[in-house]
């Protein structure tokens, strides 16, 4: 099993910059990908970003060149900078996790909310 736990959320003025952390504990070496997901309310739990062993990463075509993914493999922790905010990037960001042999795990989640 593994364990997300992340941080960083909160209030943003439009435009602004957030980090967003993801510290991964328990069975790290089963990981074979971990990225970020959004859900606001009333809709669906959509990718944001991810990115694979191999340091391979994928966006989503609404935060390309706005977002970056990384990781920093000595901490085991994933970090999603989010620059340019938006008030439609308003939603709630779960931190996921891809496991051997194909399994989800997900993190609680943290409230990004962007309004002047």
């Known amino acids: 099993q593994v364990q997300l736990v992340e941080s960083g959320g909160g209030l943003v003025q439009p435009g602004g910059s957030l980090r967003l952390s993801c510290v991964a504990s328990?069975?790290?070496?089963?990981?074979?990908?971990m990225g970020w997901y959004r859900q606001a309310p009333g809709k669906q739990r959509d990718l944001v970003a991810s990115i694979i062993s191999t340091g391979s990463t994928n966006y989503a075509d609404f935060v390309k060149g706005r977002f970056t993914i990384s990781r920093d493999m000595t901490k085991n922790t994933v970090y999603l900078q989010m620059n340019n905010l938006k008030p439609e990037d308003t939603a709630v960001y779960y931190c996921?996790?891809?496991?051997?042999?194909?399994?989800?795990?997900w993190g609680q989640g943290t409230q990004v909310t962007v309004s002047s």
């Open positions: 328990g069975n790290i070496f089963s990981i074979l990908g």
């Open positions: 996921h996790a891809l496991i051997k042999p194909l399994a989800n795990y």
